[in-house]
């Protein structure tokens, strides 16, 4: 069971704009920044946003990403084929001694 | 551009240690804005952080409380890389495995290596 909650499926079809959120608590989300990450099957993940809504050179402009109190999402406008993988937010947890936590992944599918 | 290569073997039977390593180019392993980490991925635990290092005029370690009495990541200075023992692996240890970098936040990742514990 991960500690951030994220549904395990979203769809689109090409052009179109979709959502994925992220849910946290107060130790996590709340507390800290969320990333984003792309993983592409048989890869590892991919640095997609940071700092809820940085993104990194070359990461196109159609991914955006936000955060409210415990809870974050992630944004793709433009859908393309190639969008086609698995996302996964990220956070680090203050309890304990600090640990980073991330999300369950959300499959996204183009049909 | 910093990269991350992992090595280290596949398949290592129950009850004994799973050994890997990290090698970095592009950044340093003693870099005072950097930590290192082993964060694992299996279909029943999803992305599970394992553990880090860093220097920050010193050396500091800390482990995810699901694994700290069978986990040690160690730098290594003179060759520019950092690994990973897990002590005692069971079945429940099979998973793909990775080194990363955070500078803030994760932001490169080894290639990622298969480890299935099997006798």
């Known amino acids: 069971q991960s500690v951030l909650t994220q549904p395990p499926s979203a769809s689109g079809t090409p052009g179109q704009r979709v959502t994925i959120s992220c849910s946290g608590s107060?130790?996590?989300?709340?507390?800290?920044?969320v990333n984003w990450y792309q993983q592409l099957p048989g890869t590892a993940p991919k640095l997609l946003i940071h700092?809820?809504?940085q993104r990194p050179s070359g990461v196109p402009d159609r991914f955006s990403g936000s955060k409210s109190g415990t809870s974050a999402s992630l944004a793709i406008s433009g859908l393309q084929s190639e969008d086609e993988a698995d996302y996964y937010c990220a956070a680090w947890d203050d309890s304990l001694n600090g640990f980073w936590v991330f999300g369950g992944g959300t499959k996204l599918t183009v049909l | 551009q910093v990269q991350l290569h992992q090595s280290g073997p596949g398949l290592v039977k129950p009850s004994q240690t799973l050994s890997l390593t990290c090698a970095i180019s592009g950044d340093s392993v003693s870099s005072n804005s950097a930590a290192w980490n082993w964060i694992r991925q299996s279909p029943s635990r999803g992305l599970e952080w394992l553990g880090r290092?860093?220097?920050?005029?010193?050396?500091?370690?800390h482990y995810a409380v699901s694994v700290k009495s069978r986990i040690t990541i160690n730098p290594d200075t003179s060759k520019n890389q950092f690994s990973l023992q897990l002590n005692s692996v069971s079945p429940e240890d099979t998973a793909v495995y990775y080194c990363?970098?955070?500078?803030?936040?994760?932001?490169?990742w080894g290639q990622g290596t298969q480890v299935t514990v099997s006798s």
């Open positions: 700092s809820n809504n």
């Open positions: 990363a970098r955070t500078s803030g936040y994760i932001d490169q």
């Open positions: 290092t860093y220097y920050r005029s010193k050396w500091y370690r």
């Open positions: 107060s130790s996590n989300i709340g507390r800290d920044t």
